[in-house]
């Protein structure tokens, strides 16, 4: 432990005793965001060192409201392969999660591989690279361009002139939804390209990454009630019981910015809906656009994702899921998963071999003018 004095920062999106405090370079830390926040909060010792099972399995059910046959799961299967003996316990160093290929795997979707299949340990560090990439993720790519749609035929007529800006306000609002958050379609894409940078997963650590996109998803996602009786246009119901949060100029994210380059010893307040910043009015993110589809509604919001994987800390206006996660819930997730993900493999692998093929016939013709 260094001697420098450790400033508690941000109110806490759960337990107001629990402030964001930044790790020295002493505490034991893992690749796994979701228990380095845990840390950095409090909720597990500070250190990251000597964790038993009871700590981590109480934390996983307050915090993040993960049932307890799932917490104990994974605490018992985490502390069994990388924890170490203590007297006549198991305990976990934090840092022990990053033994590599027992847990850890590669095409991690923020931490880079290990240096070689051999290697026993893999970094615990974030790549701002592949971070900046997964918030890339989706931008642009949803959005549909207002020119291209309306007809000027009707250019002369007040009510379709009224109708053509409705429909322009609509896409706007669409945008700024997709483009400041992530399906989970567009994190199984992300998943996939990052895979393709990647050695071979093996089917245990395969399921185990579809599992950590199964978890931010489910502890981070927001969503509005649909169907009948659904939210009113001012109000919305989102998946965690965070409050509307806004994406207006002030809070948008930059992506020519580290996200973890911020001083994280200093806390910007949460930003209110419908105020406006640099004449910018807000767009709250707690309701979709009408446009989007029943899986659309519910996403994850990019500054969660820049705050609790690139910052490693509870992201504010974060609160804890209003249902439990249980195994049941991942279980589902993983199906989900495991179809949205299966036609991107066979288009990279067809892309590949198309590539191959252009290859070999390139050779083939060089051969030829050779011959």
Request: hydrophobic fraction near 35%.
């Given at each position: 432990?260094?001697?420098?004095?450790?400033?508690?920062?941000?109110?806490?999106?759960?337990?107001?005793?629990?402030?964001?405090?930044?790790?020295?370079?002493?505490?034991?830390?893992?690749?796994?965001?979701?228990?380095?926040?845990?840390?950095?909060?409090?909720?597990?010792?500070?250190?990251?060192?000597?964790?038993?099972?009871?700590?981590?399995?109480?934390?996983?059910?307050?915090?993040?409201?993960?049932?307890?046959?799932?917490?104990?799961?994974?605490?018992?299967?985490?502390?069994?392969?990388?924890?170490?003996?203590?007297?006549?316990?198991?305990v976990l160093d934090l840092h022990g999660?990053?033994?590599?290929?027992?847990?850890?795997?590669?095409?991690?979707?923020?931490?880079?591989?290990?240096?070689?299949?051999?290697?026993?340990?893999?970094?615990?560090?974030?790549?701002?690279?592949?971070?900046?990439?997964?918030?890339?993720?989706?931008?642009?790519?949803?959005?549909?361009?207002?020119?291209?749609?309306?007809?000027?035929?009707?250019?002369?007529?007040?009510?379709?002139?009224?109708?053509?800006?409705?429909?322009?306000?609509?896409?706007?609002?669409?945008?700024?939804?997709?483009?400041?958050?992530?399906?989970?379609?567009?994190?199984?894409?992300?998943?996939?390209?990052?895979?393709?940078?990647?050695?071979?997963?093996?089917?245990?650590?395969?399921?185990?990454?579809?599992?950590?996109?199964?978890?931010?998803?489910?502890?981070?996602g927001v969503r509005e009630d649909v169907?009948?009786?659904?939210?009113?246009?001012?109000?919305?119901?989102?998946?965690?019981?965070?409050?509307?949060?806004?994406?207006?100029?002030?809070?948008?994210?930059?992506?020519?910015?580290?996200?973890?380059?911020?001083?994280?010893?200093?806390?910007?307040?949460?930003?209110?809906?419908?105020?406006?910043?640099?004449?910018?009015?807000?767009?709250?993110?707690?309701?979709?656009?009408?446009?989007?589809?029943?899986?659309?509604?519910?996403?994850?919001?990019?500054?969660?994702?820049?705050?609790?994987?690139?910052?490693?800390?509870?992201?504010?206006?974060?609160?804890?899921?209003?249902?439990?996660?249980?195994?049941?819930?991942?279980?589902?997730?993983?199906?989900?998963?495991?179809?949205?993900?299966?036609?991107?493999?066979?288009?990279?692998?067809?892309?590949?071999?198309?590539?191959?093929?252009?290859?070999?016939?390139?050779?083939?013709?060089?051969?030829?003018?050779?011959?």
């Amino acid at each position: 432990m260094s001697g420098r004095t450790r400033r508690p920062t941000m109110p806490p999106s759960v337990d107001d005793t629990h402030c964001y405090v930044a790790p020295d370079t002493s505490d034991s830390r893992s690749p796994c965001p979701a228990l380095n926040a845990l840390a950095n909060h409090g909720y597990l010792p500070h250190d990251g060192r000597s964790i038993t099972t009871s700590q981590l399995i109480s934390a996983l059910r307050n915090v993040y409201h993960i049932s307890l046959p799932l917490a104990t799961g994974l605490t018992l299967g985490g502390v069994a392969l990388c924890g170490r003996w203590s007297g006549i316990r198991r305990v976990l160093d934090l840092h022990g999660l990053a033994r590599h290929n027992t847990i850890e795997h590669d095409g991690s979707l923020v931490h880079d591989d290990a240096l070689s299949p051999d290697a026993l340990y893999a970094p615990a560090e974030v790549d701002d690279t592949l971070l900046h990439q997964l918030l890339s993720a989706g931008s642009h790519s949803n959005a549909t361009d207002s020119a291209s749609s309306h007809s000027s035929s009707d250019a002369d007529s007040e009510s379709s002139q009224y109708s053509d800006e409705r429909e322009d306000r609509e896409r706007a609002r669409e945008r700024a939804w997709r483009e400041g958050s992530l399906t989970l379609e567009q994190l199984c894409r992300a998943q996939i390209a990052r895979w393709r940078r990647a050695r071979p997963l093996d089917g245990f650590h395969t399921t185990l990454a579809k599992g950590e996109v199964a978890l931010l998803f489910s502890v981070l996602g927001v969503r509005e009630d649909v169907g009948a009786g659904g939210a009113s246009a001012n109000t919305s119901t989102v998946a965690n019981s965070c409050p509307t949060l806004g994406l207006g100029h002030s809070d948008e994210l930059r992506l020519d910015e580290s996200p973890r380059s911020k001083n994280k010893n200093t806390s910007a307040p949460a930003s209110v809906p419908g105020e406006q910043s640099d004449g910018v009015a807000e767009v709250p993110i707690g309701r979709p656009p009408a446009a989007l589809d029943r899986r659309d509604a519910v996403v994850v919001p990019k500054r969660f994702v820049a705050q609790w994987m690139g910052e490693e800390r509870l992201p504010e206006g974060w609160q804890r899921p209003h249902s439990v996660i249980g195994v049941s819930v991942i279980h589902a997730l993983l199906k989900e998963i495991g179809k949205l993900e299966a036609p991107m493999l066979e288009q990279q692998k067809a892309t590949a071999a198309e590539k191959v093929d252009a290859v070999v016939e390139a050779n083939g013709d060089v051969a030829v003018v050779h011959g």
